[in-house]
């Protein structure tokens, strides 16, 4: 399995970001959307981007977890925000460079989708991601 980031010429640079993500390898694991739930189905941080980012994050590694991968693995997300704005872009933000133990999410293909709602009414992130396994 071998996965690599290309920034192109005359495409802006992001830290976390890559433009492209090309991967080669045998499995994909398409992973459900993550929200800010516990294991007993209690939404983590009402009300809080922050928060909630955080859990989906981590939910998202856990997710990797079960299928013996790590988030290194990821090559695209979607990730969907209820009420995006600069404020909650910071916020989201800081929470993806924090989810981990302390240490940024990977780069990935991702894309930000401000939302107005999400399936439940108090969730305020979810996360889908495309892994390569091997």
């Keep these: 399995m071998t996965i690599e980031h290309v920034q192109p010429p ?7 970001f890559s433009q492209v993500v090309v991967g080669s390898g045998r499995r ?8 800010a739930y ?4 209690k939404l983590v941080g009402p009300g809080d981007h922050h928060a909630q980012a955080a859990q989906a994050f981590r939910n998202l590694a856990r997710a990797l977890e079960a299928l ?3 988030p290194a693995q990821i090559v695209s ?30 780069p990935n293909a991702a894309t ?6 999400l399936a439940f009414p108090d969730m305020l992130v979810e996360i889908a991601a495309i892994a390569l396994l091997d």
């Design 10 to 16: 005359g495409l802006f640079k992001a830290e976390g």
């Design 28 to 35: 994909l694991a398409f992973i459900a959307g993550q929200g």
């Design 38 to 41: 516990d294991a007993e189905f």
């Design 68 to 70: 013996g991968a790590t």
């Design 77 to 106: 997300t979607t990730m969907y925000v209820v009420g995006l704005t600069p404020a909650v872009l910071e916020q989201f933000s800081r929470a993806m460079n924090e989810a981990l133990g302390g240490k940024p999410f990977p």
């Design 112 to 117: 930000l989708v401000g939302v107005e709602k």
